[in-house]
């Protein structure tokens, strides 16, 4: 049984595969395990040093650094992210912001809706928009702000095979694909059901053994 966590959901969950390594948000926290999740200990008790405002959104691992980067909301501030190596989950950078094109804040009024890893590359979906964020060990670069260009709207999901592949999932039964690592989508189905008149897709992941 976990100590000192509250009621609210937990929004973000990741591992380090074979490791022993485990982290999750809460609220404006980060917890982490180093047994694989037979305990937990607090691995952040304040996401963002500005205030307790902020709210964990989603956990990424990223196996070609070792690396846990936590996705967060700030309330007029839009998307953030920390990150931390797996080998020391005690110690988290600086906040990085997702910036668009003009290097105004993203996701200030609108949440992210799916993220996903592989790689060195972290891909972050929000309605129709996407961007695409690299990390080289404690560097966060954010990539190009796609606005409005996935070739589908109402994204649900993301996910990628490690080989440069992403899928994103959308409602009405929609697929999107990327054959650049995540720089560009084009449609790859419409109308997908499982039975009729059942077509909203709201989950989707590679047939891979995580992580990629």
């Known amino acids: 049984q976990l100590s000192g966590i509250g009621t609210a959901d937990i929004r973000g969950f990741a591992h380090n595969g074979t490791g022993d390594r485990v982290i999750f948000t809460q ?3 980060i917890y982490y395990s180093t047994d694989k999740g037979h ?28 690396r846990f980067v936590c996705i967060y909301h700030k309330p007029n501030q839009g998307l953030k992210f920390v990150t931390a190596a797996a080998s020391d989950l005690t110690t988290w950078t600086s906040p990085v912001s997702a ?27 929000y309605g129709a928009s996407y961007q695409r964020f690299t990390v080289s060990g404690s560097t966060i670069t954010n990539g190009t702000y796609s606005n409005n260009s996935l070739p589908h709207g109402n994204v649900q999901d993301v996910a990628s095979d490690g080989t440069g592949r992403w899928i994103t999932a ?36 590679a047939d ?5």
Not at 39 to 66: C, H, M, W
Not at 179 to 198: I, K, N
Not at 208 to 212: D, F, G, K, R, T
């Open 27 to 29: 609220d404006d926290s």
């Open 39 to 66: 305990s937990f200990a607090v691995a952040l008790a304040q996401i963002d040093p500005s205030g307790s405002t902020a709210v964990g959104r989603n956990v990424v691992y990223l196996k070609d650094e070792e």
């Open 99 to 125: 910036k668009d094109n003009s290097n105004n804040a993203v996701g200030s009024s609108a949440h992210l809706k799916a993220c996903a890893a592989a790689g060195s590359t972290f891909l972050v979906c």
């Open 170 to 205: 959308h409602k009405d039964g929609d697929l999107a694909v990327s054959s650049d690592d995540g720089a560009s989508f084009s449609s790859l189905a419409t109308g997908v059901q499982v039975a009729q008149g059942d077509d909203d897709i709201f989950t989707i992941a």
């Open 208 to 212: 891979v053994i995580l992580p990629v």
